[in-house]
């Protein structure tokens, strides 16, 4: 009856054992991948080449809109600037009715400014369109998602959530 017993402890330190073990193993492994993502994030922001894709859209005064159907990006480069960005919100003047209001833009920046703070890098751009000049206050987290506010002398400001990739994967598509 001890031997049976003893054995039973002995068994069952074991399993215990190799649980605790695979549990720490995929600790570290969700801390590694945790740490590639935001070595990969450091990268593209450093380069200053990539694109912000949209998930939702904040307008001021409206509710979130959905933007997972809508194709839309902020292709980000230091010598160019390309918007393709729904607009959902108040015009103030410029912007005539039936037009097409989203805010499409091309321009060279004026600005283009990255600071790294605690939790994310603040990224700032000012670039001048055909019609207007924006400024884009684009917040990169460290995991790669971010949050992305554009603001113009003609509309109301507007904010985006998304996450920043490389630009190959959007001229892929």
Known sequence: MKIKRTISVIFL???MTVGYSQEKSKK???EERKIEKQKQTAALVDSKEFVFVG??????????MDLTTNPNYVQFR???IKSEMPFFGRAFSGVGY???VGLHFEGTPKEFSVEKGKKSYQIKVVVRGEKDTYTLLLSVFFEGSATLSI????RSTISYNG???????IEAK
Not at 55 to 64: K, M, S, V, W
Not at 163 to 169: G, N, P, R, S, Y
Request: proline share 6%.
């Open 13 to 15: 330190s074991l399993i």
């Open 28 to 30: 570290q492994l969700r």
């Open 55 to 64: 998930r939702t859209a904040l307008p001021q005064g409206f509710r979130t």
């Open 78 to 80: 230091p010598d160019n």
């Open 98 to 100: 039936g037009s097409d």
């Open 151 to 154: 603001s113009s002398n003609n």
């Open 163 to 169: 996450d920043i990739t490389a630009i190959e994967k």
